[in-house]
């Protein structure tokens, strides 16, 4: 479908936004910042439902947001689970074995002994192992597929997309910053004493989109990125 070109206003392009559609003064057209794009909209449905973000899409809602996360979550789980029941197979193999040996009757101080075991039979450089494996696994996935599809996989099966101010998939640089926002409190999570505050603030960072206009976690505004409906 051709359209019209945008009638001169000022000396350069104007901003993406809606505009009165020159082929329709009753209804708008969105101009991307370069072009006239195919979206139209009635006047009276722009100005009264949902704000609507880059390429006039409208801002995706917390709890889309919220579900894809969770989809993407335990799709990336599943990697984590293998290689934790790799590294402790040993581990649970050693203590099963004693387990066993206590008899059908455990006394409360064997259960006890028996659960220090565990404990100190799991070293601190493991644990730090995988959680820096679970760490990079996240940043590679969510800065890949947003720079490559401009979603992932739970975006895409709740009908959201990342982008950037000009409706675009997010450069290699935001796409990975983005995620980087999210490892960096993971990683801080983990350490102790700090920990629970680097907890708070990860949820926090979440939690700040229900607030802002534009749906932006603190995530989106250091990458510039927003999420829309698809």
């Not at 101009?31 to 909209?41: L, M, Y």
């Not at 995706?60 to 579900?67: E, G, L, T």
Request: hydrophobic share 45%.
């Amino acid at each position: 479908m051709s359209v019209p070109p945008l009638p001169p206003q000022t000396p350069q392009n104007p901003a993406a936004n809606w505009y009165p559609d020159p082929s329709d003064p009753g209804q708008l057209r969105y101009w991307d910042g370069a072009q006239w794009t195919a979206n139209v909209a009635p006047v009276r449905a722009v100005q009264t439902a949902m704000p609507l973000g880059p390429g006039g899409r409208p801002y995706a809602s917390f709890w889309r947001r919220f579900f894809g996360l969770l989809i993407d979550g335990v799709i990336l789980s599943i990697p984590m689970l293998v290689l934790v029941a790799n590294a402790l197979a040993p581990v649970i193999a050693d203590l099963t074995k004693k387990f066993e040996a206590l008899g059908p009757n455990p006394t409360p101080d064997q259960m006890n002994n028996l659960s220090e075991q565990l404990t100190n039979a799991i070293p601190v450089t493991a644990l730090a192992g995988i959680t820096l494996i679970s760490v990079a696994l996240n940043l590679l996935y969510f800065g890949i597929c947003l720079h490559v599809w401009g979603r992932t996989i739970g975006g895409l099966a709740v009908g959201i997309r990342c982008v950037d101010e000009d409706g675009n998939n997010p450069a290699w640089g935001s796409s990975f910053l983005r995620e980087g926002v999210v490892a960096g409190f993971n990683l801080a999570a983990a350490i102790p004493v700090v920990g629970f505050l680097a907890a708070v603030a990860g949820l926090l960072n979440y939690l700040s989109m229900l607030r802002d206009p534009k749906r932006q976690a603190w995530m989106d505004k250091a990458a510039g990125t927003y999420v829309v409906r698809n």
